[in-house]
């Protein structure tokens, strides 16, 4: 069965430190791989797309990124803000289907 | 930004009634989504549709579930036969291109 699988279930940081957010996954091939940021009671929003082709992408203090061989990405946060609070979910799509992580629930702390 | 609109933001109904979830996706997109969430728990992808078919769909969607695109528009969830269980954040999503999905905010459903 394919599986992504994200660590730490959380995470509680200071404001601005960094953190990094881990995603492992046994879905193959796959189409991309994909991170979103989901405040609670609203719908994810997309941070990063990358194909597999692709070894990093950032955006702004957002950077993802992967390494195909060992089916594992990652998802860096640099100098984290108090509205980085959030769940971030790895999702990993194969054709039209795609399966989601549990996610990782951080919290951000003055 | 052109975003993915879902009406209504929160629905309650009765056990065993019909229910219809509204989604307007992004107007140039293609591929249109809808997931579930329930409390607590991850986002499980329901239905992919494409060119005015079901193009993938998982074991949740079974007969209860049906989707519809009646307009150039619109994109609907219908669930039949409302279970307890079928509480949760339904989101619809919408892509220009496959498996990229931008998400509404979701529709909450409550069955009581």
């Known amino acids: 069965k394919n599986q992504v699988e994200q660590s730490p279930q959380s995470l509680i940081i200071l404001e601005g430190k960094n953190c990094t957010l881990q995603c492992n996954y046994t879905v193959s091939p796959f189409s991309n791989l994909r991170w979103y940021k989901q405040d609670t009671g609203r719908g994810p929003v997309s941070l990063t797309i990358?194909?597999?082709?692709?070894n990093t992408k950032s955006n702004g203090r957002y950077t993802a990124t992967l390494d195909a061989d060992t089916k594992q990405s990652s998802l860096h946060i640099t100098a984290s803000q108090l509205s980085d609070s959030a769940s971030y979910i790895c999702v990993v799509s194969q054709s039209g289907k795609s399966t989601f992580g549990d996610g990782t629930t951080l919290t951000v702390k003055p | 930004e052109p975003e993915v609109t879902q009406t209504p933001s929160h629905q309650v109904t009765q056990m065993g009634q019909e229910v219809i979830l509204r989604c307007v996706p992004i107007s140039n997109h293609l591929y249109f989504y809808w997931y579930r969430q329930i409390l607590g728990q991850k986002v499980e992808f329901l239905v992919s549709f494409y060119n005015n078919e079901i193009s993938e769909k998982s074991e949740i969607f079974d007969d209860q579930f049906s989707v519809e695109r009646p307009d150039g528009s619109n994109f609907t969830l219908k669930i039949r036969s409302t279970k307890l269980e079928d509480s949760a954040m339904y989101f619809c999503?919408?892509?220009?291109?496959?498996?990229?999905?931008?998400f509404g905010q979701g529709t909450r459903l409550t069955v009581v």
């Open positions: 999503a919408s892509s220009a291109r496959p498996a990229e999905a931008f």
């Open positions: 990358m194909t597999f082709s692709e």
